[in-house]
C-alpha cells in the first residue's frame, strides 16, 4: 500500500493527524518526527493551505452514528512541511478538548474525521468511480 496522493487515487491509505497550530510534539508525532499526511479538504500532500470555505461539513455524532450537529465551513487546514500533521487553524482546544489523557490539548485526534465529514464523504464517491473507471 501507498500512500494517498491526489482525491482520486485508489489503493491508497489516507492519513491525516489534526491539530492545533502551536504543536511541535505529541503522542502521535513525536517531537523531530514527520508522518505522512493528505489534506481531506484540497487533497494536496504539501502545505497549501486550504480555506475553511472548502470544508463541506463537519458533523459531530452520537454512539449509534446519528449526525448531532452540523457545521459548514467550521475550518480550513494545511499540512505542516515539517511535522507533516494537518495543521487546524480555526479552532480552539477550549472548543476541542483531547478528550483522552494521552493526549494534550491542541491534539484534535478524536476530531480527524469529524471536523471533515462531508469532504470524505464526498472523496469515498470520487475513489470509487476513479475505481470503477480503472
Not at 493527524?17 to 513525536?30: F, R
Not at 480555506?51 to 448531532?68: E, V
Not at 480527524?112 to 465529514?117: A, L, M, W
Given at each position: 500500500?501507498?500512500?494517498?496522493?491526489?482525491?482520486?487515487?485508489?489503493?491508497?491509505?489516507?492519513?491525516?493527524?489534526?491539530?492545533?497550530?502551536?504543536?511541535?510534539?505529541?503522542?502521535?508525532?513525536?517531537?523531530?518526527?514527520?508522518?505522512?499526511?493528505?489534506?481531506?479538504?484540497?487533497?494536496?500532500?504539501?502545505?497549501?493551505?486550504?480555506?475553511?470555505?472548502?470544508?463541506?461539513?463537519?458533523?459531530?455524532?452520537?454512539?449509534?452514528?446519528?449526525?448531532?450537529?452540523?457545521?459548514?465551513?467550521?475550518?480550513?487546514?494545511?499540512?505542516?512541511?515539517?511535522?507533516?500533521?494537518?495543521?487546524?487553524?480555526?479552532?480552539?482546544?477550549?472548543?476541542?478538548?483531547a478528550g483522552l489523557s494521552?493526549?494534550?490539548?491542541?491534539?484534535?485526534?478524536?476530531?480527524?474525521?469529524?471536523?471533515?465529514?462531508?469532504?470524505?464523504?464526498?472523496?469515498?464517491?470520487?475513489?470509487?468511480?476513479?475505481?470503477?473507471?480503472?
Open positions: 500500500m501507498k500512500m494517498a496522493s491526489r482525491e482520486s487515487d485508489t489503493g491508497v491509505i489516507i492519513s491525516f493527524n489534526s491539530e492545533a497550530e502551536n504543536v511541535a510534539d505529541s503522542l502521535m508525532i513525536p517531537a523531530g518526527t514527520r508522518t505522512l499526511a493528505i489534506n481531506p479538504l484540497n487533497w494536496k500532500t504539501d502545505s497549501t493551505f486550504a480555506d475553511k470555505s472548502l470544508n463541506k461539513g463537519a458533523c459531530f455524532t452520537d454512539y449509534s452514528g446519528s449526525i448531532l450537529t452540523e457545521i459548514p465551513e467550521l475550518t480550513g487546514a494545511y499540512v505542516d512541511p515539517v511535522r507533516g500533521a494537518l495543521k487546524v487553524p480555526d479552532v480552539s482546544p477550549d472548543d476541542y478538548p494521552i493526549f494534550t490539548d491542541g491534539i484534535y485526534h478524536l476530531y480527524d474525521y469529524q471536523f471533515f465529514y462531508r469532504n470524505l464523504q464526498e472523496n469515498v464517491q470520487a475513489r470509487i468511480l476513479a475505481y470503477m473507471q480503472q
